[in-house]
C-alpha cells in the first residue's frame, strides 16, 4: 500500500530563515506528488504539484519543491520564510495514469514563524 | 468567488444519531470526495464519486454513506455515531464536468468538525 511520511512533525524557525521540509512516499509506479498548505483557520489548498517534466517546481509564494525519483522524495524549500508562512504543510501523492485516484496524504508539518 | 462550501462547520451530535454532513460547490467539478481527520493525523479518503459512480474506499466502515443527487451537492450520513467518529471531515472536488485525471487539483471545503457526545 501507498504511504508518504513527513518526518518534520512540527518546525520553528525565525524569519528569514530557510526552510526545508521532508516527503517521502512508497509506490514503485508512476506518482503524482502534491504539497497542500491549510493557513490558521482556512481551508487545505495546493502550494504546488508535480507529474511531469521538470523535477524542480515552483509553486505559489516563493515555494518550490525537488522530485528526486530515485529517492522517492518530493521535499519542499523556500529560501526565506516569512511569518504569513505559519501553517500545516502537507504533502500527498497519487498514482499517475488514472482517471482518478485518492490522494495518500502524510501526516502534516506544522510549521511556526516567528518574527 | 467559486468554492467548496460545507454545513454546518460544527456538528454535535449524540451517540447512535444519525447526523448529515453536507457539501456544495460551484466549481462544476465532475468528482467530489470525503475525507476524514482525525487530530494529528492525516486526511483519509471514505469515498468518491467520479460524476453518478459511487466509490467506497474498502476500509470505510458501513456506518459512513453519501449521496450525490446532483453534480453540485454530496451529502455524508453517518448512522449511528460512536465516539471514535469524532474528526473534522474535509469535501473536496476536482476535474471538469467531461471528466477528471488523476493529476487534476482538488479543492477543499473549510470542513466541518463532529463531536459525538
Known amino acids: 500500500a501507498q504511504s508518504v511520511s513527513q518526518h518534520n512533525h512540527h518546525v520553528i524557525l525565525s524569519e528569514a530563515a530557510s526552510l526545508e521540509l521532508g516527503c517521502n512516499y512508497s509506490?514503485?509506479?508512476?506518482?503524482?506528488l502534491f504539497w497542500y498548505v491549510q493557513y490558521p483557520g482556512q481551508h487545505l489548498q495546493l502550494l504546488l504539484k508535480?507529474?511531469?517534466?521538470?523535477?524542480l517546481v515552483k509553486g505559489i509564494k516563493g515555494f518550490e519543491a525537488e522530485f528526486i525519483k530515485s529517492k522517492f522524495s518530493f521535499n519542499l524549500r523556500k529560501p526565506s520564510v516569512q511569518w504569513s508562512d505559519t501553517a500545516e504543510y502537507f504533502c500527498a501523492v497519487n498514482r499517475g495514469n488514472y482517471n482518478t485516484d485518492k490522494l495518500i496524504f502524510g501526516t502534516g508539518t506544522r510549521l511556526q514563524v516567528f518574527p | 468567488d467559486a468554492m467548496v462550501i460545507q454545513n454546518p462547520r460544527y456538528q454535535v451530535t449524540q451517540f447512535g444519531k444519525p447526523v448529515t454532513l453536507s457539501c456544495s460547490q460551484t466549481l462544476n467539478h465532475n468528482v467530489m470526495y470525503w475525507y476524514q481527520q482525525k487530530s494529528s493525523q492525516a486526511p483519509k479518503l471514505l469515498f468518491h464519486?467520479?460524476?453518478?459512480?459511487?466509490?467506497n474506499e474498502a476500509d470505510t466502515p458501513d456506518n459512513f454513506q453519501s449521496r450525490r443527487p446532483n453534480t453540485s451537492f454530496c451529502f455524508l450520513d453517518i448512522r449511528s455515531p460512536g465516539l471514535g467518529d469524532a474528526a473534522m471531515y474535509l469535501c473536496?472536488?476536482?476535474?471538469?464536468?467531461?471528466?477528471?485525471?488523476?493529476?487534476?487539483?482538488?479543492?477543499f471545503g473549510p470542513g466541518t468538525r463532529l463531536t459525538v457526545l
Open positions: 473536496a472536488t476536482s476535474g471538469g464536468l467531461a471528466g477528471g485525471t488523476s493529476t487534476d487539483t482538488q479543492y
Open positions: 509506490y514503485g509506479g508512476t506518482v503524482n
Open positions: 508535480y507529474f511531469s517534466g521538470d523535477p
Open positions: 464519486y467520479y460524476d453518478k459512480d459511487f466509490n
